[in-house]
Every structure is written in C-alpha cells, then in structure tokens.
C-alpha cells in the first residue's frame, strides 16, 4: 500500500501543481483588473500617437527607402484592430460597475491585452528610429570650370583616384599641393566625371571637402632675402 501511496502522490503531485499554479494566476488577474484596467486606458495613448505618425509619415520616407512599407502597413492594420479591441474591452468593463462575475471574466483578456500592447509598441518603435535618419545626400551636380582633357599629367592622377574610389579598403583620400597646381580643377573634373555615372551603381555615398592650411612663413636671420 505504500509503494501504491507514493506512487500516486508522484502522479498527482506535479497536475497538483499546476492546477494550484493556474488557480492562484486566475486569482491575481483578478484582483490586479482594476489596476491593468488603468494601465491599459494609459499605454493604448503612446500607441495610437505612433500609429499616426507612422501613418502620416509612411508616403514620404517609404519612397526615400527608409521604411519597410508591407511591414509597416501590417503594423498599422494590428494597431487598428488592437484599437478596437481595447475601446471594445474598455466599455464592458465601464459598464460592468461591481460585478465581479464579469470582471472576472474579463481579467484574463485584460493580461493579454496588456501583452499584445507592449510588443507592438516595441515593434512600432523599430519603425520609428527608422525615421530619424540623416537626409540622403542629393545626387551630384556639375561644377563648372576648366576640362583636363588632352591634359596627361592631370588625367592620369584623375585616373588613379577613381580607381582609389572603388577600392574598398580606401575610405579617404587627399589631394595636396602647393597653390596653383590645378588641385581645384582636378577635384571638380572628378565630381564632373561621377556625374556622367549613374549615381549608386558604384557610389553610394562621398564627401568632398575643401581645406585650406596657411603656412607662415618666418624669416631666417641667417639668410638674405
């Protein structure tokens, strides 16, 4: 009778268990309803202002190819049934005043509201870093001022930059020299030359500055000049 005795509490004990488990949660819904109750009337708000953002923003940065848009209307179209389930679920529990049947009822879809609630706003949140980007920089236009063409020195050093340009392990590049040499010129014949490309086959992004460093020049009392 023992072995019988310990073998069935054995059986018994882990369904026990989670019977008790499942009761005590049911319980604690209960008793926490009114305050998801409120949580759940506050945390729908953030929701809905990010929704119309997304919404009003969706046109404009969808064709900047800064927004997924299948992903992001699929999005919008939970929030809007998750909306209406909450405004739903919000005015029974109005209506329902004292009785404890009903809100007892209603507890357990107040938990999983919140739940649902919590990853969409993660989820829409994704999207809407996606919107604080830099503006892409616009494509290249032409600057006037004098061709190298014919010109074999400057030609071949436009040459050797293009080909640093498309090497990847390059990410800068200097053109140095003393005044007058036609650094201006070169730099412009590039940007001209990039301009003739299809702008993002090769190229997704440059910069090009200029910069310009005054020596001072002292003079040495040892020389004449």
């Not at 030609?155 to 050797?160: G, M, V, Y």
Request: glycine letters at 6%.
């Amino acid at each position: 009778m023992e072995v019988v005795a310990s073998l069935l509490n054995s059986l018994l004990a882990e369904p026990c268990r989670l019977l008790v488990r499942s009761i005590y949660g049911r319980i604690g819904n209960f008793l926490k309803s009114q305050k998801n109750f409120i949580a759940l009337q506050k945390d729908i708000k953030p929701l809905l202002y990010l929704r119309d953002d997304l919404r009003q923003d969706l046109n404009e940065h969808e064709r900047q190819g800064n927004l997924p848009r299948t992903q992001v209307e699929e999005w919008l179209r939970r929030a809007d049934e998750l909306e209406a389930r909450v405004n739903t679920l919000l005015s029974i529990m109005s209506a329902s005043g004292d009785s404890c049947r009903l809100r007892y009822k209603l507890s357990r879809k107040l938990v999983k509201m919140l739940m649902e609630l919590k990853q969409l706003t993660e989820a829409g949140s994704c999207f809407e870093n996606m919107l604080i980007v830099i503006d892409r920089p616009k494509k290249v236009e032409h600057i006037p001022g004098p061709s190298i063409t014919g010109q074999k020195t400057a030609s071949l050093n436009l040459s050797r930059i293009m080909d640093l340009l498309i090497n990847d392990k390059v990410k800068r590049i200097g053109v140095c020299g003393m005044g007058g040499v036609g650094k201006s010129t070169l730099v412009k014949n590039l940007n001209n030359e990039l301009n003739k490309m299809l702008f993002g086959t090769t190229f997704q992004c440059y910069n090009m500055g200029y910069v310009v460093q005054r020596h001072q020049l002292e003079k040495n009392p040892n020389t004449n000049c």
